[in-house]
């Protein structure tokens, strides 16, 4: 089984919806992140969570939000989507030492 | 600048070498990463090396760091079809007055591989 499993795989939405993206570990860390990724720009870092009751915004917060709802469990929501959130979205994980962060499969999210 | 930078697109023939360079930006960073992102997958970690260290070599790979241009290089040795994927270069940057770290990416270049 994967260690880090992103739900749902693909989605397509419209404009206006709420849209809730969720990621689970099972490799007992601690710090958890998620990132999106679009074409020629890499990764960018949209909220990340050192613990439980800790989180932070990265680059691109704007327009998310997140929940941890456990150590094993960290939600990514849109309130309102937007098209140009239409992306790849990965959660990763990683632990204290932070030597190595492991990605999940991503969400391929399109919003018309 | 504030962004780690990379070439987007690398082209080589199969069997050559491949040279991949990355720019960061933080001489204080501990830590510089490659990751691979092969089509339809998420990000794994290829090697990374500890910012004392000149260079680290793993089989085919061969990581050079130089601090002081602050300038990373993976070398791919006879580069195989299956190397194609996108490489991200990530750098460790250690928060101000605290030991929470995170990684920044670079934009990743592609690497095609021609039979």
């Known amino acids: 089984d994967a260690d880090v499993t992103q739900t749902p795989r693909n989605r397509i939405t419209k404009t206006g919806k709420r849209i809730m993206l969720e990621c689970s570990q099972t490799k007992g860390h601690d710090r958890m992140y998620w990132y999106r990724q679009d074409p020629g720009l890499g990764l960018r870092l949209i909220y990340y969570s050192f613990d439980v009751k800790d989180i932070n915004k990265g680059e691109i917060s704007d327009g998310y939000s997140v929940s941890r709802q456990a150590q094993a469990k960290f939600s990514l929501s849109l309130e309102s989507a937007i098209p140009n959130q239409t992306a790849l979205y990965f959660c990763?994980?990683?632990?204290?030492?932070?030597?190595?962060?492991?990605f999940g499969p991503g969400t391929r999210l399109t919003v018309l | 600048g504030e962004d780690v930078e990379q070439s987007l697109f690398l082209s080589v023939r199969e069997g050559d070498s491949s040279v991949i360079n990355c720019t960061y930006t933080?001489?204080?960073?501990?830590?510089l990463y490659w990751y691979k992102q092969e089509p339809g997958a998420g990000l794994q970690l290829l090697t990374y090396?500890?910012?004392?260290?000149d260079m680290k070599q793993d089989q085919r790979l061969t990581v050079l760091l130089n601090k002081k241009d602050k300038h990373l290089s993976l070398r791919i040795a006879d580069t195989q079809t299956g190397d194609s994927a996108i490489y991200f270069c990530?750098?460790?940057?250690?928060?101000?007055?605290?030991?929470?770290?995170?990684?920044?990416f670079g934009r990743g270049t592609q690497l095609t591989v021609w039979p």
């Open positions: 990530a750098e460790r940057r250690e928060a101000r007055g605290s030991t929470l770290g995170r990684l920044y």
């Open positions: 090396i500890f910012s004392n260290m």
């Open positions: 990763a994980t990683s632990d204290l030492q932070d030597n190595e962060q492991f």
């Open positions: 933080d001489s204080s960073s501990t830590y």
